[in-house]
């Protein structure tokens, strides 16, 4: 799944505990209606037992929570979304659409992989589903299989071939999704911390896209979507550029600097 504008730098790496049966993450299922009238899925996921920290997001064009079979789906990574996603719905600000939650959960068991995670949720009024999703260059997410020794759900192993020791309690979980080329973002535990006081840019985060209508509609909601979710940031300066990006083809994109 591609589009034609991406946020520069879009390697997320977090360490995180690991969710329990007695101490599960939340996760919710949101349909998004776009003003187009086009609508996706957004699978939002908690990375802590009170649903109060930033959560994994992902959008998709079926819905996560009811999958049926084995066959992979493709998820798209988007930017953090903040903690009341988890109950929201309505429309939401700068023109984006509206939201609706279609499915809610607890994740109970989450264990990095080789080639990403495997999970267990339990959907509010279902069974606790296995899940699999892969985190590299492409995204995706499936029903992991049961295989002939095993009888039921509840006999498949989730088991972490990477898992990373915590300080205390269970064993972390390494968050690492690559959704556009192989840079890393730097997490936003920066020494100076964002201020308001009107003077003084102190970081900057750099957008781009083609100068297409749809590109550059995108572009507006991916730069929204990034104030959106940063309500501390005020904004200092912004920038506009037009260069030539080298990919298959040259082609000429425009360049956003957001200066916060």
């Not at 329990?20 to 996921?45: A, C, I, N, Q, R």
């Not at 915590?166 to 690492?176: E, F, H, W």
């Amino acid at each position: 799944m591609s589009h034609d504008s991406f946020v520069h730098d879009t390697v997320v790496i977090r360490t995180m505990a690991a969710p329990s049966k007695e101490h599960s993450f939340p996760t919710v299922v949101l349909e998004h209606e776009m003003p187009d009238g086009t609508t996706h899925f957004d699978w939002l996921l908690g990375v802590d037992a009170d649903g109060k920290k930033p959560l994994i997001s992902f959008r998709s064009n079926q819905r996560p929570d009811l999958l049926t079979n084995n066959e992979w789906i493709d998820l798209e990574t988007r930017p953090d979304h903040r903690p009341e996603y988890l109950t929201f719905e309505g429309p939401l600000e700068g023109n984006r659409g509206t939201v609706k939650r279609l499915g809610v959960g607890t994740i109970q068991e989450w264990q990095q992989t080789m080639s990403g995670w495997q999970m267990k949720i339990e959907w509010e009024g279902g069974p606790i589903v296995p899940l699999e999703v892969t985190t590299g260059s492409v995204v995706r997410l499936r029903l992991m299989p049961i295989k002939q020794n095993e009888s039921s759900i509840d006999d498949i192993p989730i088991v972490g071939d990477l898992p990373i020791s915590a300080p205390s309690g269970p064993a972390g979980l390494t968050r690492k999704i690559t959704a556009f080329g192989s840079k890393t973002m730097h997490e936003d535990s920066w020494s100076r911390v964002p201020n308001t006081t009107g003077t003084g840019a102190i970081h900057v985060q750099t957008f781009h896209s083609k100068l297409t209508d749809d590109a550059l509609k995108y572009l507006d909601q991916q730069v929204n979507e990034w104030l959106d979710e940063h309500p501390q940031y005020e904004v200092k300066q912004v920038t506009t550029t037009i260069g030539t990006f080298t990919g298959k083809v040259k082609e000429p994109h425009i360049i956003c600097q957001v200066w916060v």
